[in-house]
């Protein structure tokens, strides 16, 4: 005979029962898994945007190395689901070398921190984008104080690190044959740039180039607070005009000296 009421006897149950359901709801899962074949996956992986893919590395051990091979890396670039990040490097905070990248996302806007512990000696280096990559060029470390930005002793570095943002790990490339400590990497040639509209006041303001786009970082201290500007033009148009598309959002708590230190890179993710 059942002595519960309708509904009761199943409450009952999932309370009392709930490792069980979990281990079912596990096994479920993965024989979802099991049955969805890689390229099936991998395709449906690689529309995901940036921000999601980060996540995707957390889900399991098969889903992070389905999304770290070079495969997968090139079926992003050959496809039409990436979109563009400009990455700023090399601000300072408290008198130290800021551990981590703000990266922005272009598209929506919105401003994102990446742990770079690697960088917090090391401050006036280069940067440069190479397909889904940041190499980070030279730069200095103080020869006294661990991270703290010393101009008066200091070590020039010749050494190149190679930062990945998919998955935010970093390694070692080969060393340049001189050392150099300046936060410029490459030449451009303009015969024409208008003002920009964000922050006129910045004699240092940091310029990166991608396909038809010009982005512009601008940082100035006024009235005891560091502010920033980030715009952009399309030198494709007839008419250069350029386009707010960020400001006031990283540098309220950074010193005055990232006007002078900062770097850019633009990568398409």
Not at 34 to 54: F, G, K, N, Q
Request: charged residues 20%; hydrophobic residues 45%; contains cysteine.
């Amino acid at each position: 005979m059942d002595y519960f009421s309708y509904g009761m006897k199943e409450k009952f149950w999932r309370r009392n029962n709930r490792r069980l359901l979990t281990f079912e709801e596990t096994q479920k899962n993965n024989s979802m898994n099991v049955c969805l074949p890689d390229d099936i996956l991998e395709m449906c992986l690689v529309r995901l945007l940036l921000t999601s893919l980060a996540n995707v590395l957390l889900v399991c051990k098969k889903w992070r190395n389905l999304t770290t091979t070079p495969r997968f890396m090139q079926m992003r670039r050959e496809g039409l689901f990436q979109s563009p990040w400009l990455f700023l490097f090399g601000v300072v905070k408290d008198g130290y070398c800021f551990g981590k990248i703000h990266g922005l996302d272009v598209s929506p806007a919105q401003w994102h921190k990446i742990d770079a512990q690697f960088l917090r000696v090391r401050f006036l280096f280069s940067v440069a984008s190479i397909w889904d990559d940041v190499f980070i060029v030279g730069g200095c470390s103080s020869l006294t104080i661990f991270g703290r930005v010393d101009k008066s002793s200091f070590k020039t570095h010749n050494r190149v690190l190679v930062f990945s943002p998919l998955t935010k790990s970093w390694h070692k490339a080969a060393s340049m044959k001189y050392a150099r400590s300046s936060p410029i990497l490459g030449i451009s040639e303009v015969s024409y740039l208008d003002r920009s509209v964000g922050a006129p006041m910045d004699g240092n303001a940091a310029f990166v180039s991608d396909k038809n786009l010009i982005f512009v970082v601008e940082m100035f201290k006024i009235f005891g607070q560091v502010l920033d500007f980030v715009t952009t033009c399309d030198v494709s148009d007839t008419g250069i005009n350029w386009i707010h598309v960020s400001r006031n959002h990283v540098a309220q708590d950074l010193d005055a000296s990232s006007c002078l230190t900062k770097s850019l890179a633009v990568l398409h993710l």
